[in-house]
């Protein structure tokens, strides 16, 4: 579905002249309608996508002015991106305001994002998953069994799929990227 939405998009950007802002504004807005579906809310994702094709450091004003977005809405989700890793404060001598810049390496953004969407959404999955199973281990009737047996293979499969996932994001581009052809060969 996503490879079909962005190949529709290239299609409609490469058959338009638009002008170079244009075209990064219509960016801005896809990544951050996609970032819903990474499970980051819209203007988060807009904010770390104008920082991420923006060359020069920003600060809360510009980027407010540039999104259209209140004081509040900014300072909250700029502190969510440095709180995540994908943004750094940057001050410069003699200014007051912090600017903010984005962590402009793709791959170390994808270990950001795997890392803390496995803290967020993995990890406690885990952990209720156990819970459950340890709350009904005194339970007896087939339909117990049946749902502690379900759980323990759905928390080896998910604590086996971050296992993975952090192997994978303590390599470096290249390494990964070889494992990566190997495995889909």
Request: no cysteine; aromatic share 10%; glycine share 4%.
């Amino acid at each position: 579905m996503t490879l079909l939405y962005f190949q529709y998009l290239l299609k409609i950007v490469s058959e338009t002249n638009k002008s170079f802002q244009e075209i990064k504004d219509e960016f801005i807005a896809q990544w951050g309608a996609l970032g819903t579906s990474w499970g980051i809310n819209r203007t988060m994702a807009q904010i770390h996508a104008l920082l991420m094709v923006t060359p020069e450091v920003m600060s809360t004003d510009e980027i407010m002015e540039d999104l259209s977005i209140s004081r509040g809405n900014a300072h909250t989700n700029l502190k969510e991106l440095v709180g995540w890793g994908l943004i750094r404060i940057v001050v410069k001598k003699g200014e007051r305001k912090e600017f903010f810049e984005a962590e402009k390496d793709v791959w170390k953004m994808f270990t950001i994002i795997m890392s803390e969407r496995r803290r967020r959404e993995v990890d406690p999955m885990v952990n209720l998953l156990n819970t459950y199973v340890d709350n009904t281990n005194n339970a007896k009737g087939i339909e117990v069994e049946a749902f502690n047996h379900q759980l323990k293979e759905l928390e080896k499969f998910v604590s086996f799929a971050s296992n993975m996932s952090e192997k994978i994001a303590k390599l470096s581009y290249g390494p990964a990227m070889n494992l990566a052809a190997k495995v889909l060969k």
